[in-house]
């Protein structure tokens, strides 16, 4: 198993385009979950899963959109991106929400100059 | 909202000293979470308290869950090298799906 893959590492945008973060699962996961992790904070929930189809807005959504057509792939789109903007975003996915571990991506460092 | 605190922000110890972070939480919450971030990495799952005055304990780390379920703290008995990081708590509510990160403590273990 890969686990859960995101694609780019790494990317800079300049203000005001727009792109979409890739996340990928292959444990077959019910929920899945975007953060962003700011340098010398915690991570912050963007949005969330519980399965295809279904999407609910966490602690920070503003300037972000998601969609789950399927059980492996939540990516999260960026409109316009903002300086604020700037951070790491990290995807992660479990089997059920209320009990068990998350399983984490590599993570993906955007820049927004 | 609901906030998770965790102290310290920083921590510096000798190898072989002990270490303790703290977590406290604003409301009750339901379950628990200690994460492990290593520099440049991403967070990796460490355990999940759930009962009332639970204490977990893997080799030399032990974990706790406060009798109110408001508090949650990790202690590291002798660190090494291997434990440099930064441990995050996270907290669930009752009512929620969603679990709430503390600000985390990096630690640093000086050979």
């Known amino acids: 198993n890969a686990g859960v893959t995101q694609t780019p590492k790494f990317r800079i945008l300049k203000i005001g385009q727009s792109m979409t973060l890739q996340c990928t699962q292959d444990?077959?996961?019910?929920?899945m979950y975007w953060y962003r992790q700011d340098p010398g904070m915690g991570l912050k929930l963007i949005y969330y899963?519980?399965?295809?189809?279904?999407?609910d807005k966490g602690e920070v959504p503003n300037g972000y959109n998601v969609s789950r057509s399927t059980t492996e792939d939540f990516p999260l789109r960026l409109e316009l991106a903002a300086p604020s903007q700037t951070s790491v975003y990290f995807c992660?996915?479990?089997?059920?929400?209320?009990?068990?571990?998350?399983?984490f991506g590599p993570g993906t460092r955007l820049t927004v100059l | 909202g609901q906030q998770v605190m965790q102290i310290p922000q920083y921590q510096h110890v000798q190898e072989g000293e002990d270490f303790t972070t703290y977590c406290n939480s604003s409301?009750?919450?339901?379950?628990i979470q200690w994460y492990k971030q290593r520099p440049g990495g991403h967070p990796v799952f460490l355990i999940q308290l759930v009962k009332s005055g639970e204490v977990k304990k893997q080799k030399r780390l032990t974990f706790q869950f406060g009798e109110a379920k408001k508090n949650s703290s990790l202690h590291i008995t002798a660190t090494q090298t291997t434990d440099v990081g930064t441990y995050f708590c996270a907290g669930r509510v009752n009512t929620g799906n969603q679990f709430y990160f503390g600000t985390g403590t990096s630690l640093t273990v000086i050979p």
């Open positions: 899963s519980v399965g295809a189809g279904i999407t």
């Open positions: 444990m077959n996961h019910n929920y």
């Open positions: 409301t009750t919450l339901s379950n």
């Open positions: 992660a996915s479990s089997l059920v929400a209320r009990g068990d571990e998350q399983f």
